[in-house]
């Protein structure tokens, strides 16, 4: 055989190598049999090891996060009211208005000549009633004739009334300072009641709206000051302007507005953006988010050592979470928490501990 091996070196060097390999595996399978799993309490005395670390709560500022986005105070949609064709552009998109100025002008029609009609009309029923009266004093005309007369005056009125706001709805004047933000029709252009003309929108203030699970919104009240992150790192400042009476039906959370000032006018409205509430201070302890796990319920918690050298198990609220750690309340304000062997031990369980140092 060895001879066979020397007339093939590369046959050789296999055979060394699988030698060497097995050689290697089976020192390292003794050192695994001989040693206990890093995170896996060692029993001394039938007592499983764990290592524990002194933790003192700390006073941190309350505060929720939530995603909103942002939107402009107040924006209309403004549509015909009438059959016409559009006569005039007044102004433009993009453009700075104030309230009233006009905006679009449609085709006024036969509406001029429907008004002065109303208003002969209704010059002519005054008389007929004004004549009536002084009959009516002399017992020369009837109390049913006279108020038949008046009918007619009042049904004259309210057709002028009618003919001048169609007349005033081929003028579209801005309900409110804002700009002009879109237009859906052109110069000659046929419109039909109901059809959009144009968009209005006031962004000398913003309106950023988000949803707060239900166990928040008891901590928020109206006035609050809320710090807005956009996405491209800007920050904004506002107050917190409404909270929603009920929970939307399907989510179970309640709709908020924060109302921002807005004197420059920026472009910001339909961004994305991050909300961050304060809600207070609050005492609260900071650890390693791999400490927390779940009990039968699903709730957050973290396993801890109690005077007796038990473990417990304590529920807590994660007020927050970062890249450095988590912050939770609801523990002792000093407490022994487990940091390695957790997850071989239950509530209730003796153990031993040792304590490691700080910082480690």
Not at 54 to 68: D, F, K, N, S, Y
Not at 109 to 131: L, M, Y
Not at 196 to 203: A, G, P, R
């Amino acid at each position: 055989m060895f001879s066979q091996l020397a007339k093939r070196p590369w046959l050789l060097a296999i055979v060394i190598a699988l030698l060497l390999l097995l050689w290697l595996l089976s020192g390292d399978l003794y050192r695994a049999q001989d040693r206990a799993a890093p995170d896996q309490p060692v029993a001394e005395n039938g007592l499983a090891k764990v290592e524990i670390h002194w933790l003192e709560a700390e006073p941190m500022q309350r505060q929720h996060v939530v995603q909103g986005q942002v939107e402009p105070w107040r924006r209309v949609e403004l549509r015909a009211q009438v059959n016409a064709q559009v006569l005039r552009l007044d102004r433009d998109k993009g453009d700075r208005v104030e309230q009233g100025e006009l905006l679009l002008s449609l085709s006024p029609d036969d509406r001029p000549a429907q008004v002065a009609r109303g208003e002969a009309e209704v010059r002519q029923r005054q008389s007929e009633v004004k004549a009536a009266q002084r009959l009516r004093e002399r017992s020369l005309v009837s109390a049913n004739e006279l108020l038949r007369l008046q009918s007619e005056l009042a049904k004259a009125r309210a057709e002028l009334d009618s003919a001048r706001q169609q007349l005033q709805n081929t003028r579209i004047s801005a309900p409110f300072a804002g700009v002009y933000d879109q237009r859906q029709v052109e110069l000659g252009g046929a419109v039909q009641p109901g059809q959009s003309l144009l968009t209005l929108v006031d962004i000398s203030q913003l309106r950023v709206s988000a949803q707060v699970a239900q166990q928040q919104v008891t901590q928020l009240r109206l006035g609050q000051p809320v710090r807005i992150e956009l996405l491209d790192g800007r920050e904004l400042t506002g107050e917190l302007h409404f909270i929603a009476a009920a929970a939307d039906p399907g989510s179970r959370s309640f709709r908020i507005e924060v109302r921002v000032a807005n004197p420059e006018l920026q472009r910001l409205a339909g961004a994305s953006a991050t909300l961050h509430i304060d809600t207070g201070e609050t005492l609260a302890h900071r650890l390693s988010p791999a400490l927390l796990s779940l009990d039968e319920s699903g709730r957050h918690g973290v396993k801890w050592v109690n005077a007796a050298q038990r473990v417990e198990f304590t529920a807590v609220e994660l007020l927050s979470v970062d890249n450095q750690g988590a912050w939770v309340s609801g523990l002792p304000q000093r407490v022994a928490l487990i940091t390695l062997g957790q997850g071989f031990v239950e509530p209730g369980q003796a153990v031993r501990v040792q304590t490691t140092a700080e910082g480690s």
